[in-house]
């Protein structure tokens, strides 16, 4: 690295954020699709929607609101069904990518990665060189637009990638961060939801640079240490380094119904289903879990919880299935109304560096057919989708979601 740029950065951190990345890749596939508001998910009544085009957004639309409100908010609005391992597909390949320009990368989700490439500036050009050719090859070879923000701080950078979307770029050098950050309103401070922003209104501060000219003891004594975390990133302080291979908190998948379930057979279908979906990617992801959650939400819209930890970790489909309904059979117990929602999660995640060693027992404890099975069922899904391959259990419910 040269002095001139020397000064202009100590560390250089790119956040890279995929453009409305499932309706985009819904608009790449079907041209048909392109210009149109496309919304991913909400496809039934009481289903929520997982992305909306920039084109659907126009209208209002964003990602969790439910189906129905998207369908009034814009009743010509196309509304297509998630692909979830196609876009994990998608975005593997957005991260081989990443990892031609640097192994320092720390993935936050499908669609957006922090990298820091302050260690490859002289083999691949100053940052700004570095930021572009990522970008054109995501666009070159994914057919895929993103945005990136360069700064020397994590939450700057973030914050640049989302200033000038679709396809931004934004560059903020150590010299220009207050500058930068100043004018910016309190919500763009990592932290900072709707609640909070109204609270700091109260305050007083409505304009980061309100925070900055505080004392650090003055928004800790009305804040505390949410106050000092706040003061912090006004003034550009943010030592948090890129994680590299940041292990995901878990993994999971949920179902909203048209119409409440009651009856146990349609429930256990719905966990089956759910608990295939969760252990291939986990299999995918060459993570094993040791806790099983289950979601379950009431026809009166509360919500409850319950979870297991597992005797080992494993990355079974069988496994997580019979704990996923013994959760089930115990909510039941407790309450027996109507079922909005379902979901099954997988956490404590521990990544898999070898194939697990089978047990010595294991043709007869019937571990290896089931691992068999698991590579099958992957393997088949992975071509057809998981309608391809499924276990029986999961068949009344695979059956009632398919189009007639």
Same mark, same amino acid.
């Given at each position: 690295?040269?002095?001139?740029?020397?000064?202009?950065?100590?560390?250089?951190?790119?956040?890279?954020?995929?453009?409305?990345?499932?309706?985009?890749?819904?608009?790449?596939?079907?041209?048909?699709?392109?210009?149109?508001?496309?919304?991913?998910?909400?496809?039934?009544?009481?289903?929520?929607?997982?992305?909306?085009?920039?084109?659907?957004?126009?209208?209002?639309?964003?990602?969790?609101?439910?189906?129905?409100?998207?369908?009034?908010?814009?009743?010509?609005?196309?509304?297509?069904?998630?692909?979830?391992?196609?876009?994990?597909?998608?975005?593997?390949?957005?991260?081989?990518?990443?990892?031609?320009?640097?192994? %320092?990368?720390?993935?936050? @989700?499908?669609?957006?990665? *922090? +990298? /820091?490439?302050?260690? #490859?500036? =002289? &083999?691949? $050009?100053?940052?700004?060189?570095?930021?572009?050719?990522?970008?054109?090859?995501?666009?070159?070879?994914?057919?895929?637009?993103?945005?990136?923000?360069?700064?020397?701080?994590?939450?700057?950078?973030?914050?640049?990638?989302?200033?000038?979307?679709?396809?931004?770029? %934004?560059?903020?050098?150590? @010299?220009?961060?207050?500058? *930068? +950050? /100043?004018?910016?309103? #309190?919500? =763009? &401070?990592? $932290?900072?939801?709707?609640?909070?922003?109204?609270?700091?209104?109260?305050?007083?501060?409505?304009?980061?640079?309100?925070?900055?000219?505080?004392?650090?003891?003055?928004?800790?004594?009305?804040?505390?240490?949410?106050?000092?975390?706040?003061?912090?990133?006004?003034?550009?302080?943010?030592?948090?380094?890129?994680?590299?291979?940041? +292990?995901?908190?878990?993994?999971?998948?949920?179902?909203?119904?048209?119409?409440?379930?009651?009856?146990?057979?349609?429930?256990?279908?719905?966990?089956?289903?759910?608990?295939?979906?969760?252990?291939?990617?986990?299999?995918?992801?060459?993570?094993?879990?040791?806790?099983?959650?289950?979601?379950?939400?009431?026809?009166?819209?509360?919500?409850?919880?319950?979870?297991?930890?597992?005797?080992?970790?494993?990355?079974?489909?069988?496994?997580?299935?019979?704990?996923?309904?013994?959760?089930?059979?115990?909510?039941?117990?407790?309450?027996?109304?109507?079922?909005?929602?379902?979901?099954?999660?997988?956490?404590?995640?521990?990544?898999?560096?070898?194939?697990?060693?089978?047990?010595?027992?294991?043709?007869?404890?019937?571990?290896?057919?089931?691992?068999?099975?698991?590579?099958?069922?992957?393997?088949?899904?992975?071509?057809?989708?998981?309608?391809?391959?499924?276990?029986?259990?999961?068949?009344?419910?695979?059956?009632?979601?398919?189009?007639?």
């Amino acid at each position: 690295m040269d002095k001139a740029l020397a000064k202009q950065w100590t560390t250089v951190i790119l956040h890279i954020d995929m453009d409305a990345f499932y309706a985009s890749v819904e608009q790449r596939d079907f041209p048909e699709l392109r210009g149109k508001p496309v919304v991913v998910g909400g496809t039934s009544g009481r289903g929520v929607v997982t992305a909306a085009s920039y084109e659907a957004r126009a209208y209002g639309i964003h990602s969790a609101m439910p189906g129905r409100r998207a369908k009034e908010l814009c009743p010509h609005a196309v509304f297509v069904r998630s692909r979830h391992e196609h876009y994990a597909t998608i975005g593997r390949q957005v991260r081989d990518i990443f990892l031609r320009f640097t192994p %320092v990368i720390q993935p936050l @989700s499908l669609d957006e990665a *922090f +990298l /820091d490439v302050s260690g #490859v500036l =002289r &083999l691949h $050009g100053d940052p700004e060189t570095i930021g572009k050719a990522i970008r054109n090859a995501i666009n070159d070879e994914v057919g895929l637009t993103a945005s990136v923000g360069i700064a020397p701080l994590k939450f700057v950078a973030k914050i640049a990638s989302d200033f000038d979307k679709p396809n931004g770029f %934004v560059v903020v050098r150590e @010299s220009e961060l207050q500058s *930068f +950050l /100043d004018p910016l309103d #309190v919500s =763009r &401070l990592w $932290g900072v939801g709707k609640v909070g922003q109204s609270k700091l209104s109260r305050l007083g501060y409505r304009a980061v640079q309100d925070i900055r000219l505080r004392s650090c003891e003055t928004m800790r004594h009305q804040l505390g240490s949410w106050g000092e975390h706040l003061w912090r990133l006004a003034n550009g302080i943010d030592e948090r380094k890129v994680v590299v291979d940041h +292990l995901a908190k878990g993994i999971g998948h949920e179902r909203t119904f048209e119409e409440d379930l009651t009856d146990r057979e349609s429930l256990i279908s719905v966990v089956s289903y759910l608990s295939e979906a969760v252990a291939r990617r986990l299999r995918h992801a060459k993570r094993s879990a040791s806790k099983v959650t289950l979601k379950y939400r009431r026809d009166d819209f509360r919500t409850f919880t319950r979870a297991r930890k597992l005797p080992r970790p494993t990355d079974s489909t069988s496994e997580v299935y019979k704990v996923a309904c013994e959760l089930l059979t115990e909510m039941r117990e407790r309450q027996p109304r109507g079922v909005r929602l379902i979901g099954v999660s997988l956490g404590g995640l521990s990544q898999i560096d070898a194939p697990q060693q089978m047990s010595l027992f294991a043709e007869e404890s019937g571990e290896a057919s089931e691992t068999k099975v698991d590579r099958l069922s992957d393997q088949v899904s992975g071509l057809l989708g998981q309608r391809g391959l499924y276990r029986a259990s999961s068949h009344q419910y695979i059956e009632r979601k398919s189009p007639s």
